[in-house]
């Protein structure tokens, strides 16, 4: 079993930055492929980036290419998704994912096994 749990949302105005942070108890990071996914209100669930530390590979979206980028603290077992030039339609909840079989980067919400409880992202213009 994984818990994951989110951290460092807030209020932020656009072109600005955020780093959220997601902490991972029950299996160190490097056995997990990680990944990110943000929801807005009446939206779907969208897929933000993912990261896999055992094949080396990394996966982001379109819409955040270039301005988000997924890193890691090993000694916190700790996962970040660090967020610049921040727009008005970044604002979301954000959500932390593992999939238990670290296989390479996915980009689909039914590949990953644990969640967090999400972190509200808000960009004003």
């Known amino acids: 079993q994984v818990q994951l749990v989110e951290s460092g949302g807030g209020l932020v105005q656009a072109g600005g930055s955020l780093r959220l942070s997601c902490v991972a108890s029950g299996r160190t990071l490097n056995s997990l492929t990680m990944g990110w996914f943000r929801q807005a209100p009446g939206k779907e669930r969208e897929f933000v980036g993912a990261i896999s530390w055992k094949y080396g590979t990394s996966l982001y979206g379109d819409s955040v290419k270039g301005r988000f980028t997924i890193s890691r603290d090993n000694a916190k077992n700790t996962v970040y998704l660090q967020m610049n030039s921040l727009k008005p339609e970044d604002t979301a909840v954000y959500y932390c994912?593992?999939?238990?079989?670290?296989?390479?980067?996915?980009?689909?919400?039914?590949?990953?096994?644990?969640w967090g409880q999400g972190t509200q992202v808000t960009v004003s213009s």
């Open positions: 994912a593992a999939d238990k079989f670290g296989r390479v980067v996915l980009g689909t919400r039914s590949s990953y096994d644990y």
